[in-house]
């Protein structure tokens, strides 16, 4: 049985889920942490002191430490929103920038390399020619949710493993970096046209962020 879980996301996506878990377990004692900082309080404070306790990430980029992977006393999970084929970050940038026919959204073990961890579910949907960043993007965080919801029951009440899918990761991680280097298209002149537009369709959502959010 399952006393706590330390869930590892925003504050919205935590008030949703704790729900699900305690309707499950109305037992359960349910912590939160939105940054590593707060995911290494909750653990220092709470989480090493005994008991039955689980971690779950859920498209969060914040990173499990290896010491809390160690310690813990039963399987963690991170719900990815991206496919086996695009484990890492903006997976959904690359997706639309390599002109991918399908997308999805995987849960995993967590483990000490990020995304590399054995698969325990996926999920998977088309993309339109046509299809923008942000429209892969919300279909992916839907089929996580759905996931999330399906397994629930499991990861609230049970203290045993979820069985694997033997399903491969079979991308590259893509990384914060290379997408940073691609969203600087307007910097490039030696860009061709039809790569500069590539670029601007995967990558223009990354470029305005970072440039409004700059200091």
């Known amino acids: 049985m399952i006393d706590s879980i330390l869930l590892v996301t925003g504050e919205t996506e935590a008030g949703h889920m704790s729900e699900a878990l305690l309707e499950h377990n109305s037992a359960l004692t349910i912590r939160h942490a939105a940054t590593r900082e707060a995911l290494m309080a909750a653990f220092e404070r709470d989480l090493c002191d005994g008991g039955v306790w689980r971690v779950i990430t ?10 809390v992977i160690r310690a813990m006393p039963v399987a963690g999970y991170n ?17 639309v920038y390599d002109g991918a026919e399908t997308f999805g959204a995987t849960v995993h073990e967590l483990a000490k390399s990020v995304d590399t961890g054995a698969i325990v579910a996926t999920r998977s949907f088309p993309i339109a020619p046509d299809d923008s960043v942000a429209a892969v993007q919300t279909e992916a965080f839907s089929q996580l949710c759905a996931l999330f919801y399906t397994l629930a029951s499991h990861l609230a ?18 990384t914060l970096a290379a ?17 500069r ?14 440039r409004d959010n700059s200091v």
């Open 58 to 67: 859920f498209s969060t980029n914040v990173v499990v430490p290896e010491a």
């Open 79 to 95: 719900f990815h929103p991206g496919p086996p084929a695009y484990p890492g970050s903006c997976c959904a940038n690359f997706a």
């Open 157 to 174: 009440v049970r203290a045993a493993d979820l069985p694997l899918t033997g399903t491969p990761w079979t991308g590259m991680p893509r």
């Open 179 to 195: 997408a940073r280097a691609f969203s600087r298209f307007d910097e490039m002149p030696e860009l061709d046209a039809q790569e």
């Open 197 to 210: 537009e590539n670029r601007r369709r995967a990558f223009g959502d990354l470029a305005a962020h970072w």
